[in-house]
């Protein structure tokens, strides 16, 4: 069982995690027994073997692009608990009390950009729209149906017409979209 | 001298404490022999309950939610199989907690760039909690249970807790653990002996029934060495030995609480070392089926020593654990499929354990002997068993069919939630299952974000969701 991991946790570290992320000292201790139950090899780091242990994550078909983003810049390959809680709490809801630490929607949608963008070139090309889009449908639709889907959606939001939705432009495209609600995640304490 | 009485009164108090430990553990074994129950151990587990009230009525009160859910609560993942049950059902609340943020449905047929949010979001909350991997992980407990290993780092350990919890420590480790180790060991012993005298008699009735009641008497006073305190329920719907019994399967101590209330015949795979021999031995003389690894593997095989033992009517019951491993009791996986094969009825049972008082699952623990250990050093093991009506493959079911229905009768019966995932594929090789699911995911994908529905969607999309989500954001935009 992970649990007897919280004892590695010292209160100077859990007061610093505590402030970048935002989270409680409690959601801290859940998480820190989460990812020492998916660290199997006990390294205090993970793969991305490890995070495709999780079966529906292996199944999701977009897994290969949420463990990639874990993964973005980490050294080595390698992802450590502080990096771990540093992704997850982007995904905190939004609270008009507290000021927002690493949940803001510009962050939550950054995110969700990096889905689409599979080069990390900061845009998204009609090509990248259309691999997404073969991950999330398989082989249910031909390729040339999902091609002008694909093109129909960046025409949608090119808004200079470059050939590429940009982050802004994909800021702005979002502005309608209830972001919080929907790129945030209720985490127990 | 000062020295030697203090060396006498230790010596005394040792004598005492042999004294008394052996008389407890005799007295259980008289008990069980006997099959008289002075209710010692109700009372016992009555005041466990009083102590623990808090937490235990926790638990039941969220089994007994699961309960009264029309059908059991199937998690397989992702978007809107766990949303349209929310919609569908009345209740606000989902019967167990799942950490995310109820989502506006996504506009059918319509791709959007925010098409993919429902679908990332759902991997994201699979990172920090998911069904399948918890479910070989020991159950939460919602308070703890004063046992080291279920103390999940509760913050507020005041020194009166600490006593309390030393004070039990005390009581389990050297009070109860060398009652209950003397009345285990003598009762594997008397397994063993009269294996070997019964496997010397002629064929014949009077073996048959030595055999059933050596067998009954040995578990009986096995379960005594558990502080095992098991409530049968529905016993009209017993096994009979006209058929297979199949239960769910958390831990080796499933066969004990089984074997006390009906003789079974076990199938399992032989092990090596002393395990092998005991199994071996015990094989002579009741009729447990044992196959060695290259057997296991011959399924013609397995069927046909299975049909034999079904069809002699001196043989007992046998006893399956279709899952095939070992699963923490709140979840319910894939059955194999083999020995719903056979033409025979097949008697369902649901075991719950109450983890309350000492976990049953079989997890992480490298070996037998410290799970062993770890229960008995826990307080007591308190399980349910539910008996369930006898029943039969229909004509128009295959073998799948039929089990996945037996496992949902099991799965409601005992308050489990339902998950079609083979436990087998917790090891690496999992890749025919992911395609298998992957596929299924991109098809149903397929459905809400291209083509649109084929069927009108489970309810207006418009039902409000949990008031506990961000206050003032309008949900009549999205």
Known sequence: ?189 | MPATTAGGVLLDILKYYAIFESACALFLIIEGVLNINLGVRSTYVKLLKKLFQFGSRRIEKKRAKIEKTQQPTKVWTALATSKTHVLESDEEEKPFDVPFIDLPPVTPGDFRLNSIFPVVMSGMKDIIEDEVTKAFDAEELPAWNMLTRTNKGYQHISWRLSLIWFLGFFFRHFILFPIRFMVAIFGILMLLMTAMVIARLPEGNFKVSLSRYSNTVTFRILARALSLHATYHDRENIAKRDGICVANHTSPIDVVVLSCDNVCSFVGQLHGGPFGFLQREIAKAFAHIWFDRAESKDRALVTKRMQEHVSDPTKPTILIFPEGACINNTVIMMFKKGSFELDCPIYPVAIRYNPMFGDAFWGHQPSMPAHVYDMITSWAIVCDVWYLPAMTREANEDATQFANRVRLAIAKKGGMIDIDWDPRFQAESKKPEESRWRKQQQKMLTEKLITGPKYPPAAAPTAPPPPSTVPETEHNRS
Request: aromatic share 8%; charged share 30%.
């Open chain 1, 1 to 189: 069982m992970g649990n007897r991991a919280t004892i590695m946790l010292d209160k100077k570290e859990l007061e610093q995690i505590g402030k970048e992320s935002g989270f409680t000292p409690n959601q801290i201790v859940r998480l820190y027994s989460r990812f020492t139950s998916l660290d199997k090899d006990n390294s205090g780091t993970l793969s991305r073997a490890d995070f495709l242990r999780i079966p529906e994550l292996a199944i999701n078909p977009l897994g290969d692009r949420i463990v990639h983003s874990f993964f973005k810049n980490t050294p080595d390959d390698r992802v450590n608990f502080r990096k771990f809680v540093e992704i997850l709490s982007v995904f905190r809801p939004i609270q008009k009390t507290k000021e927002a630490v690493l949940n803001t929607r510009e962050n939550k949608l950054r995110f969700a950009f990096q889905m689409y963008d599979l080069n990390d070139d900061e845009k998204v090309s009609v090509a990248e729209i259309l691999t997404v889009l073969q991950m999330m449908v398989g082989v249910n639709i031909p390729d040339d149906q999902l091609q002008s889907i694909a093109e129909r959606t960046l025409l949608e939001n090119d808004e200079d017409g470059d050939g590429f939705i940009t982050l802004q432009e994909f800021f702005t495209a979002m502005e309608e979209s209830d972001v919080d609600n929907r790129l945030s995640l209720r985490f127990l304490s």
